[in-house]
């Protein structure tokens, strides 16, 4: 989403209206640092190879206590 | 001989206790003399956002009155405590720190907030905090911004800054903050303090203001180690409101004290925590080892672990995190986002801009994570690090971004829902605290915390509190007293 310079202010704003966010071209340039800086940082989490890692244990309330 | 007015503010927990039962202390005088000092101190402190203090005192001749009369309730009893002002308290304005609840008044107490008063604790008031628990201290936010009670001139950590502040500065007993990425032990390790992250599902969450649900916990800040045993066993237990609490057994978390750390084996993560990475102190990582050093001479054996994807826990963390906040949020980031202080909606809205895949993939890695260190755990008993990458920053620096740019030490424990506490280990050559972090298996607070215990017994690990005390006896009331001179009192 995020090339070396960025994301696009145009294609943030599409994002932002996706989830209905009206934000003017001033939030948007606020924003554009902010975005970058996550987006790079979460990319890494997608160069990772899971395989079939279970998404659904992930919200057990209760551990197995006998660790 | 009985503590002067000012000295009871130094007492821990189970000092006044113990006056409290023998009856020669009455929970009355010791109220008052927290309400004086919180009067007297707080304008500068900034800890508190409401003060209670007709609440307090009538709390306090009730708990008065049960005392004359043989009824006495336990260690909390009489025992002057601050909540962060996320807590909800019937019939008292509880606000997150946030204009968008500046009107908010609870009909109903979180489940923490009424076991608290159940076992005859005083409530004092509601503290300072980010708002909405995420972020930093935003001057936007319309609410106070608690100061470091070592250092005004910086933050005391966050997002639970007013209890770090309050408890530090001996404005309240104890406190209980709330962590979603390190917001208790955060401040516990910059304002020398005791915080603990129980396991998740240990503290209901019911009645808490949350930022992230899966990611949420409820804990105690005091002192000591001890004091905070007192007040998890308070709060710690299966509540019905709250889904995701468990139905562990709740064990005795005192009388795990007792037992010393001999035989109890240490893992460090060296190649995370100790990394070379400019953004990690190096003087934090001194003062540290010498606290390892320090428990292996207690007895306990040390070796280095490595958990690889604990490198990825710095991108999982915060795209669950603000992914759940912005779905918390966002009708009310659309209808009111002036609301908002600055920092915050501007990183509620970043959540509503990652995607689906970033959180999904995020929960994959958490799940990965929670896996290695199950693994690791089988090996040894407790995981050990520095708590922070590096002290107190000076608010000058400071802007809403300051914690997601450092590495964070405490968030992985957040992703796996490990009980994890921080211990104070001492302080850097500017005086500024340094937090050792002790993490353990679900559910076993007891191992985390008989290994703080250990080290805060031992002279190296007390000398926090001892240096308070040495400053207070030495006619400066508080350890501040020294960094802070204008402030004396």
Redesign the interface.
């Known amino acids: 989403m995020a090339d070396s310079e960025g994301i696009a202010l145009d294609h943030l704003q599409v994002l932002a209206e996706q989830v209905g966010l009206r934000l003017t071209p001033a939030e948007l340039e606020h924003l554009k640092p902010m975005f970058d800086f996550y987006a790079t940082q979460i990319r890494v989490l997608h160069d990772l190879d899971l395989a079939a890692e279970d998404l659904a244990v992930v919200y057990s309330p209760n551990w197995d206590i006998q660790v | 001989m009985t503590p002067t007015h000012t000295e009871l503010c130094y007492l821990t927990m189970r000092e006044a206790g113990q006056l409290l039962k023998r009856r020669e202390l009455s929970p009355v005088e010791l109220t008052r003399a927290f309400l004086d000092r919180i009067e007297a101190l707080d304008s500068k402190l900034q800890a508190f956002i409401t003060v209670l203090p007709q609440r307090a005192m009538a709390t306090a001749r009730t708990a008065e009155a049960e005392m004359l009369r043989g009824d006495y309730r336990g260690p909390l009893h009489g025992i002057p405590i601050a909540l962060k002002d996320l807590y909800d308290t019937k019939g008292i304005r509880t606000t997150a720190s946030s204009r968008v609840m500046a009107d908010r008044v609870p009909s109903e107490d979180a489940t923490a907030t009424a076991r608290l008063e159940a076992a005859g604790s005083i409530l004092l008031g509601k503290l300072a905090m980010h708002e909405f628990a995420l972020g930093g201290p935003d001057p936007t936010c319309g609410f106070p911004l608690a100061r470091n009670p070592w250092n005004l001139a910086h933050i005391p950590g966050g997002s639970s800054s007013g209890s770090g502040t309050a408890v530090a500065a001996g404005l309240c007993m104890g406190s209980l903050g709330s962590c979603t990425g390190g917001s208790i032990r955060g401040p516990a390790a910059y304002c020398s303090l005791v915080g603990l992250k129980p ?3 240990r503290v209901s969450r019911y009645g808490v203001v949350p930022l992230s649900w ?1 990611l949420d916990h409820c804990g105690p800040m005091t002192w000591t180690v001890e004091d905070t045993a007192y007040m998890l066993q308070a709060i710690a237990g299966p509540d019905p409101k709250d ?6 057994p709740v064990p005795d978390y005192s009388a795990a004290l007792k037992e010393d750390i001999k035989g109890l084996t240490i893992g460090v993560p060296r190649h995370f925590f100790w990394a070379d990475d400019p953004r990690i102190d190096r003087e934090t990582l001194t003062v540290v080892d010498a606290a390892l050093q320090t428990l292996a001479e207690l007895g306990a054996q040390v070796e280095e672990v490595t958990i690889p994807t604990l490198h ?1 826990a ?3 963390q ?2 669950i995190m ?1 992914s759940e906040a ?1 779905a918390y949020h ?1 009708r009310l ?2 209808s009111q986002p002036e609301e908002f202080g600055d920092m915050v909606r ?2 509620f ?2 959540g ?4 689906s ?2 959180y ?9 994570l ?1 896996r290695e260190f ?1 693994a690791v ?2 090996k040894v008993d407790v995981i050990v690090s520095p708590t922070m990458s590096s002290t107190a920053p000076i608010f000058a620096t400071v802007d ?2 300051t914690t ?2 450092r590495p964070s030490f405490t968030g992985p424990y957040n992703l796996t ?1 490990m009980p994890a506490i921080s211990v104070p280990c001492g302080f850097t050559a500017a005086g500024l605290p340094v937090g050792l972090q002790i993490a353990g ?3 076993d607070e007891p191992t985390v915390l008989r290994m703080a215990y250990a080290y805060q017994q031992h002279p190296g690990g007390s000398r926090s509190v001892r240096r308070c005390r040495t400053v207070a006896g030495s006619a400066r009331p508080f350890a501040w007293c020294y960094q802070a001179p204008e402030l004396t009192h």
């Open positions: 396991t998740y599902g899966s889904p995701t609490s468990s139905r562990a990825y710095g991108a999982a915060p795209a603000l912005f966002q980031l659309r501007a990183r809205r970043i509503g801009l990652l995607s895949a970033d999904v993939q995020a929960q994959r890695v958490r799940n990965v929670k199950t755990l089988q809403g971004m997601a740019r829902g298996k679900p559910f």
